[in-house]
C-alpha cells in the first residue's frame, strides 16, 4: 500500500501561480497529477516516469510544469484561469503494476 500526501492548494487570483506537491511513501515509477471540477469527470493534468518521461494535457501545455524529485511530485501552476478551479489529486503507480494509489486531493480555486 502506497500513500501519497499533497500539499499547496489554495484561493489565487486569475494569472497567480500556484505550486502542488506530492510525497509518496514508496516508490512509484509513475506519479501524476488529475483535477475533477464540480460535475465533471477526473481529467488528466500531466505524469511523470522515473526516468523523466513527461506528458501534459493540451489544456495546460505552456502553463503548467511537471517535475520530480524521487518520490515526491510537483506541479507549478502559472497564468492560472479560473477554469483551473478544481480538486487536483496526485497519483502514482508502480512499475509493471496496473495499480493506481491516489491522494485525498487538495482545492485549487482561482477567482476571475
Known amino acids: 500500500q502506497m500513500r501519497l500526501v499533497e500539499s499547496g492548494g489554495g484561493l489565487v487570483q486569475a494569472g497567480e501561480s500556484l505550486t502542488l506537491s506530492c510525497a509518496a511513501s514508496?516508490?512509484?515509477?509513475?506519479m501524476g497529477w488529475y483535477r475533477q471540477a464540480p460535475g465533471k469527470q477526473r481529467d488528466t493534468v500531466a505524469t511523470i516516469t522515473a526516468d523523466g518521461t513527461t506528458s501534459v494535457a493540451d489544456s495546460v501545455k505552456g502553463r503548467f510544469i511537471i517535475s520530480r524529485a524521487k518520490n515526491t511530485v510537483y506541479l507549478q501552476m502559472n497564468s492560472l484561469k479560473p477554469e483551473d478551479t478544481a480538486v487536483y489529486f496526485c497519483?502514482?503507480?508502480?512499475?509493471?503494476?496496473?495499480?493506481?494509489?491516489w491522494g485525498q486531493g487538495t482545492q485549487v480555486t482561482v477567482s476571475s
Open positions: 497519483a502514482a503507480k508502480i512499475y509493471g503494476s496496473t495499480t493506481w494509489y
Open positions: 514508496g516508490s512509484p515509477f509513475t
